[in-house]
């Protein structure tokens, strides 16, 4: 249950990068079940823009399923595309476009 986890990291002391992972492993749980709704309210939970903008690019770079790729590739040039690299930009985007055609 990543949500008990959670907030057990936030009564006891575990260490950030612990939680980090914790969140993206409920993230990539989340989309993999096809949870779009809650899936946005976990990535809602981060405060810090970049942490938050490298935290769903590790997501992706997971080769998660065709939804969850789809779906972060998405977000992230939606939130993100001014921050991103050109370099990086056109990664997503290209991973956005097959993730698309092979959804049709």
Known sequence: DYELCEEWGHLYPVPRE???????????????????????????RHSQPHIHRSDNEQSLDQHPNLAASHFLADYLT????ASLTTARRNEIQALY????????
């Open 78 to 81: 939606a939130r993100f595309y």
């Open 18 to 44: 612990d939680l980090i992972d914790l969140h993206r492993e409920h993230l990539l749980h989340l989309l993999e079940m096809g949870d779009m709704e809650k899936s946005l309210q976990v990535i809602a």
């Open 97 to 104: 476009i097959g993730s698309k055609v092979r959804k049709t």
